[in-house]
């Protein structure tokens, strides 16, 4: 029975796909906007994956989809590195636990 997906794999899901007996049928993104668009489904499934699961194997999956818009946004992992510094040092880093509850006039 067939499985429909329509969604961005890594790589080499459709040769372990192979292997374990099954035909894929693949595209590939048919320009940047169709890929970028895919990239942030992938972003959004895995973060609800790691909010499900808790699983520490999510959040390495959270961080290749990152390294991968980084890619097609043209920024280097220094790049990247250098904006999350000057970030945190504008607007601290969440290590201190602050919940926001209210503003008040």
């Given amino acids: 029975m067939s499985r429909a997906y329509d969604k961005l794999v890594r790589d080499r899901i459709p040769e372990i796909i192979e292997e374990n007996g099954e035909t894929p049928i693949v595209r ?15 972003l959004h499934e ?12 999510e959040l ?7 390294r991968a818009i980084r890619e097609f946004d043209g920024l ?4 990247l590195a250098d904006l999350r510094d000057r ?18 006039p």
């Fill in 87 to 104: 970030k945190a040092d504008e607007r601290g880093g969440f290590s201190e636990r602050i919940v926001l509850e209210r503003v008040e």
């Fill in 60 to 66: 390495a999956d959270i961080l290749e989809v990152i």
């Fill in 46 to 57: 895995e973060v609800a994956e790691y909010d499900e699961s808790r699983d520490i194997e």
């Fill in 28 to 42: 590939t993104a048919s320009d940047d906007a169709e890929y970028e668009t895919y990239l942030v489904e992938k």
């Fill in 76 to 79: 280097s992992d220094g790049d």
